[in-house]
């Protein structure tokens, strides 16, 4: 395996896979401080209480639009795919482009390039990538039509089969179904030429048109979107969007409550 570069000052930098995911432990830890200690109850209660969608202090929800960059921006992205091999619950993303393909390893605040090592960048690329969910970590990838299997080794490779390709993949849809606003109600994200548009499901009301007001209307594509993923990117809670247009950019969902709520 090749080493890894040395990331210059600035870039984001991993983290490690044990440390825990603990928001609010720099103000537990402010509570534990002699000085604070008869006051900390209250704080900390009203900490947790402002935590909860409805909060008067919560932001109203945002998708904020990001290109996910490979190397640099002047590949044409085919597809991609989101996988979590080391299943700490951030997810790495799996490029096709028209030169090879890529794999982007999610670190504190985005993506870096991690195909060293990943076997990826030695096998043909192709225009279509598709996860066999049930079955590990092995992708379908379609080349000029022709499906063939990249199987995972386990320890974070891809190799192909070596079984003959075989004719057709499976369908692509470009709406997915997600819960964006945390109400327990699955809303929709619909990929639409070279924009997402995204509706709201609201309990007592027909379905809301949120693109705007949840500033999805910021992302255009430079091509047709060709795929739409919802999951959650980062593995902070809350269900963001990933498409594929040419390019990949995510749409990384801030947490917050419905505007419909708010206004
Ligand atoms: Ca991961
Ligand atoms: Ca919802
Ligand atoms: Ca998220």
């Known amino acids: 395996m090749s080493p890894r570069p040395r990331l210059p000052s600035g870039t984001p930098q991993r983290r490690a896979a044990t440390t825990p995911r603990t928001p609010r432990e720099p103000l537990i830890r402010l509570?534990?401080?002699?000085?604070?200690?008869?006051?900390?109850?209250?704080?900390?209660?009203?900490?947790?209480?402002?935590?909860?969608?409805?909060?008067?202090?919560?932001?109203?929800l945002a998708l904020t639009p990001k290109p996910l960059r490979l190397t640099?921006?002047?590949?044409?992205?085919?597809?991609?795919?989101?996988?979590?091999?080391?299943?700490?619950?951030?997810?790495?993303?799996?490029?096709?482009?028209?030169?090879q393909i890529y794999y982007m390893e999610h670190i504190e605040g985005?993506?870096?390039?991690?195909?060293?090592g990943t076997g990826l960048a030695g096998l043909p690329t192709g225009q279509r990538l598709h996860p066999v969910m049930a079955e590990g970590l092995d992708f379908l990838i379609e080349r000029d039509g022709v499906v063939s299997r990249l199987v995972y080794?386990?320890?974070?490779?891809?190799?192909?089969?070596?079984?003959?390709?075989y004719g057709g993949g499976p369908e692509v849809s470009?709406?997915?179904?997600?819960?964006?606003n945390g109400d327990g109600q699955d809303d929709a994200?619909?990929?639409?030429?070279?924009?997402?548009?995204?509706v709201l499901t609201q309990p007592d009301g027909?379905?809301?048109?949120?693109?705007?007001?949840?500033?999805?209307?910021?992302?255009?594509?430079?091509a047709a979107a060709r795929r739409l993923i919802a999951t959650d990117l980062e593995g902070d809670g809350d269900t963001d969007l990933l498409v594929v247009g040419g390019r990949i950019f995510v749409l990384i969902n801030n947490g917050g409550v419905?505007?419909?709520?708010?206004?």
Request: aromatic share 6%.
């Open 258 to 263: 419905s505007p419909t709520a708010t206004q």
């Open 31 to 60: 509570l534990s401080a002699a000085p604070l200690r008869i006051t900390g109850a209250f704080v900390l209660a009203f900490a947790l209480a402002c935590a909860a969608p409805g909060c008067g202090g919560a932001p109203p």
């Open 206 to 222: 027909p379905p809301f048109e949120a693109t705007s007001l949840v500033g999805a209307d910021g992302l255009m594509l430079p």
């Open 72 to 99: 640099h921006d002047g590949f044409f992205v085919h597809d991609a795919a989101v996988i979590d091999p080391d299943r700490d619950g951030d997810m790495d993303v799996v490029a096709l482009t028209q030169e």
């Open 153 to 165: 080794s386990g320890i974070g490779s891809w190799t192909e089969a070596e079984e003959p390709g």
């Open 174 to 180: 470009m709406t997915v179904a997600a819960d964006f």
């Open 189 to 198: 994200a619909t990929a639409e030429g070279r924009r997402v548009r995204i």
């Open 110 to 116: 985005g993506w870096l390039a991690a195909t060293a």
